[in-house]
């Protein structure tokens, strides 16, 4: 008797006759053994751990964008809490540490020229904001 399984390969039972069960029922015939197993191939990587973590660092322009967008959007924040500090008298030391970290923060490119436009705008004002605060 010859089975074979969903993958293609033939499992080969033995050739002795299988016992007839009493009606309707089912039997294997003794002589029968399990067919031999194979050995578990190893997994095929598609290029390795190296190849994700580089795929991982790849940025579209719109997560390019959107990043610049969020960087614009915090410094601009930081010039209000200036700006209101100023206005009420409590300016501290914070404030120009925030600045300075958003001046470092703006330095990358979106690589969009309008938007890099407006961000160099936007650095530029912080810079000054950073020297009037030193020199105070």
């Known amino acids: ?4 399984g ?6 080969l039972a033995t050739s002795a006759p299988a016992r007839r069960a009493p009606a309707g ?14 050995a578990a ?6 290029g390795g751990i190296d190849a994700l973590i580089a795929l991982q660092g790849v940025d ?17 924040d930081a010039l209000d809490e200036l700006k209101v ?10 404030t120009l540490q925030k600045l300075k970290a958003v001046a470092a923060y703006l330095k990358n490119g979106s690589g ?3 938007l890099d436009g407006v961000l160099a705008e ?8 950073i020297a009037k605060l030193a020199t105070a």
């Open 41 to 46: 191939s190893p997994l095929r990587t598609v």
């Open 112 to 114: 969009d020229p309008a």
């Open 60 to 76: 579209d322009a719109t997560e390019r964008r959107r990043h610049a967008v969020k960087r614009g959007r915090v410094a601009l």
């Open 6 to 11: 969903s993958n293609g390969t033939a499992a």
């Open 25 to 38: 029922g089912f039997s294997v015939a003794e002589a029968e053994s399990a067919p031999a197993t194979a």
């Open 85 to 94: 500090g100023l206005l009420g008298g409590d300016l501290t030391p914070a």
């Open 1 to 4: 008797m010859r089975i074979y």
């Open 122 to 129: 936007i650095e530029l004002r912080v810079e000054v904001e």
